[in-house]
């Protein structure tokens, strides 16, 4: 059985939740999900360029944890840019 979620520390609340594809109108057949804290272990990494371990540290949770939220993030960004779908940011075991 896995153990309790820990929450995931994040700077601040996203100033924009959601993303749509130019020429997609307001409403896009398909959403991807982004995760307030998927969102910010990509700001950490790619944004600010801070290393795993100070991410993970910023963010409070293990090294492996912030990996897996930072390859989850960078997989649905991935799918949203090479399919057209939307972005909504939204949600995400997290705290300020």
């Known amino acids: 059985m896995p153990g309790r979620r820990r929450c995931r520390r994040v ?3 996203p100033a ?3 993303f749509t594809p130019a020429g997609a109108g307001i409403y896009s057949p398909d959403v991807v ?3 307030i804290d998927e969102f910010e272990a990509m700001r950490l990494k790619d944004l600010l360029g801070l ?3 100070e991410c993970a540290e910023k963010m ?10 930072v390859t989850s993030a960078r997989r649905k960004v991935a799918d949203a840019l090479t399919h ?7 949600g995400g075991n997290y705290r300020i």
């Open 11 to 13: 700077g601040s609340q």
């Open 60 to 69: 409070e949770i293990s090294q492996p944890t912030f990996h897996r939220l």
């Open 51 to 53: 290393d795993q371990s």
């Open 33 to 35: 999900v982004l995760t």
């Open 84 to 90: 057209g779908k939307s972005i909504k940011i939204e």
């Open 16 to 18: 924009f939740t959601s």
